[in-house]
């Protein structure tokens, strides 16, 4: 297997067949969800006789909780070498990189990302800065744009979507992808 631990947070909307992809190419799985409901369904798309895999229904809007659940869940199974991570706010990512200790070998963190951080005056990146900043965390950014079509505009499909990320995963060198278009800003749907 190419991975021996991947953590996948908000993986089960529109990320759900790159997490299904993730999880071929894994021993070991943990999804983490708000709801039961979601976690479930995903669980069930990648399961295989061999597959370790374990749900984590967390909310990060008790940001406290989330990052605690996660980090508790860690230390008992082990570290990932591998995160997907579509959270709706990038400070969560940031306050669960600062609980991460320094790690043997550098864990692949995808890190995927809406539009808004192409938004024009957008500057300051500060989970980016920290992550890029640390050896062991060997980050990507994946931006969430739109497609230009004549006159129109549209948001990108699950597929486009799932297809960025996994073209994310297979070229570790790419340090940022974005999928679509984020400029010209005011053309956004
Ligand atoms: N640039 C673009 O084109 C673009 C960018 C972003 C989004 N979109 C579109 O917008 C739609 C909606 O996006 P979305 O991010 O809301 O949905 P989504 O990706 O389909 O699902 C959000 C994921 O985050 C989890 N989640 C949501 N709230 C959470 C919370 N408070 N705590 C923990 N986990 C939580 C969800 O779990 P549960 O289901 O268990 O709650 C799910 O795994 C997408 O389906 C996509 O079509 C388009």
């Known amino acids: 297997m190419k991975y021996q631990h991947g953590l996948v947070m908000g993986g089960t909307g529109m990320l759900s067949a790159a997490a299904v992809a993730l999880a071929r190419q894994s021993t070991q799985l943990t999804l983490v969800a708000r709801t039961d409901l979601s976690l479930q369904r995903l669980a069930a798309q990648v399961a295989r006789p061999e597959l370790v895999s374990y749900q984590l229904r967390l909310d990060w809007s008790n940001r406290a909780l989330f990052i605690d659940g996660i980090h508790q869940h860690l230390a008992q199974v082990g570290m990932p070498d591998v995160m997907l991570?579509?959270?709706?706010?990038?400070?969560?990512?940031?306050?669960?990189?600062?609980?991460?200790?320094?790690?043997?070998?550098?864990?692949?963190?995808?890190?995927?990302?809406?539009?808004?951080?192409?938004?024009?005056?957008?500057?300051?990146?500060?989970?980016?800065?920290?992550c890029v900043a640390r050896p062991d965390l060997a980050y990507q950014q994946v931006v969430l744009g739109f497609k230009l079509s004549g006159d129109t505009s549209r948001w990108l499909?699950?597929?486009?979507?799932?297809?960025?990320?996994?073209?994310?995963?297979?070229?570790?060198?790419?340090?940022?992808l974005t999928v679509g278009v984020t400029t010209p800003w005011e053309r956004r749907p």
């Not at 963190?109 to 990146?125: E, K, L, M, N």
């Not at 499909?157 to 940022?176: F, N, R, S, W």
Request: hydrophobic residues 40%; negative net charge.
């Open 85 to 130: 991570c579509w959270l709706h706010e990038d400070d969560c990512l940031l306050d669960l990189a600062l609980g991460i200790p320094p790690l043997p070998a550098p864990m692949r963190v995808i890190h995927v990302r809406s539009s808004a951080i192409s938004a024009p005056g957008q500057r300051v990146d500060p989970v980016k800065a920290y």
């Open 157 to 176: 499909t699950h597929q486009e979507i799932c297809q960025g990320v996994l073209t994310a995963l297979d070229h570790p060198d790419k340090a940022c």
